[in-house]
């Protein structure tokens, strides 16, 4: 049997720039990604604190320590500049992997600078 659980989280991360004419997915600082464990192209799924708006898109890397955040494609209708989101991906794991997972969460200001990780 597999479960699927958190993996991890980017919590309250500021989108800082929204590109309707891009072909899709959300562009992160690899800063961000190295402290959560996600990967380039994996599968996320965004949660819009301000509206209320999910959706899945895939990751691309954005520049190293620029704090940017940016939703490209379809998805930038979904989020404005300065909302706050939660950057969510998961993993399965079978019934022995899964008492043992501890998901990373990382947390940051507003200018998407991590303050912590648990």
Known sequence: MWIEKLKAKIHRATVKDANLNYVGSITIDPLLLAASGIEEHEKVQVVNINNGARFETYVI????????????????????????????????????????????????????QITSVE
């Open 61 to 112: 890397l954005g520049e190293e320590g620029s704090g940017q955040i940016c939703l490209n494609g379809a998805c930038a209708r979904l989020a404005q500049v300065d909302d706050k989101i939660i950057i969510i991906a998961y993993c399965y794991l079978d019934a022995s992997e899964s008492a043992a997972h501890q998901p990373k969460a990382v947390f940051v200001d507003d200018d998407n």
